[in-house]
């Protein structure tokens, strides 16, 4: 199966700065799109930004111009760097991946266990 592990959260002061790192692990065959989600309290999760195995990337209106997807598939490592952070970015941050197993010719989407990221003065 494939596991992905999320690093990079905490507590930042408006106008700061975090990257957040995903890396996927275990019996991949194959990692196909990357991205990362987030959900506030009491609100749904919603696309943050997402990046295809070409490179190409896409965001939410929220976030264009602030925040910058990347990837090292070479890692299998997607990162999310994110800049003049806003108390309405405060959210649990989730990777997800579209993976193939070995083994297995199902493609599946696989989620991190999410970090924190708070916007506070």
């Known amino acids: 199966q494939v596991q992905l592990v999320e690093s990079g959260g905490g507590l930042v002061q408006p106008g700061g700065s975090l990257r957040l790192s995903c890396a996927a692990s275990?019996?991949?065959?194959?990692?196909?799109?990357m991205g990362w989600y987030r959900q506030a309290p009491g609100k749904q999760r919603e696309l943050v930004a997402t990046i295809t195995s070409g490179r190409t990337t896409s965001y939410a209106d929220s976030v264009k111009g602030r925040f910058t997807i990347s990837r090292d598939s070479a890692k299998n490592t997607v990162y999310l760097q994110m800049n003049s952070l806003k108390p309405e970015d405060t959210a649990v941050y989730y990777c997800k991946t579209v993976a193939q197993a070995l083994g297995t010719l199902i493609i599946k989407e696989y989620w991190g266990q999410g970090t924190q990221v708070t916007v506070s003065s």
């Open positions: 275990g019996s991949i065959f194959r990692v196909n799109a």
